[in-house]
């Protein structure tokens, strides 16, 4: 079973409309969809946004349905110049990025009980996304994925996570998915398609592109479980 959580419907009603044998169960308030994808067993939730929406979301995925591999798609603000609205930035890992203990001693960033800044992704879940990419003709990056509890809207917000984090991408969920995923042993990536820049204008690029955004991380969706 393969389990793909988005926090928005419009981040994960292209892949429902997909599927086949499709049965729907609600835990904490959250529909998990399972059902067949090209013949592959999968499970689809949407969380809702946030870390704490996301990291209940991975939890029940988890004790339910038993994935052996949770995957994170949707859109991101871009924090990369080589990449522009639609194109797709896959996670070597995520970094939670609003988690601040440095005042009493800790490097920013860092996740406490599993002592780690950066949440590692299922190397050879990346290398089939980055295939699945490759077949789609789609442009992308391999790299750093930020993650926090806010709309990144700011030059200035946008520098500080380029310059303490080195990440290509924002977003708000896949690195509380990573946490939940680590803690359980079950492997993470995360696809995220490009809906705006981060910057002082964000807000109006996302209301622009978020559709256009979403459908690439769908199309990567399907081309991934097509080579699964
Ligand atoms: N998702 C899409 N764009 C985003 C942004 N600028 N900040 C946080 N999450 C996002």
Redesign the pocket.
Known sequence: MIGFIGAMQVETEGIIKMMTDTKAETYAGIEYTTGKLLGKDIVVATCGVGKVNAAVCAQCMIFAYKPEVIINT????SLSNALNIGDIALGCCSIQTDMDTSPVGDPLGLISGLNLIELPCDAATVEKLEKAAKTLGIQYQIGKIST?D????SNERKKFIQDNFGCIA???ESGSIAHVCLMNGVKFAVI?S?????DNS??MD?GEF?KI?ADNSIRMVKAFVEEA
């Open positions: 949707g859109v991101a603000g926090g806010q709309f990144v809207n924002c977003e708000m995220r490009i809906s705006d820049k981060a964000s807000h996302y978020v955004a």
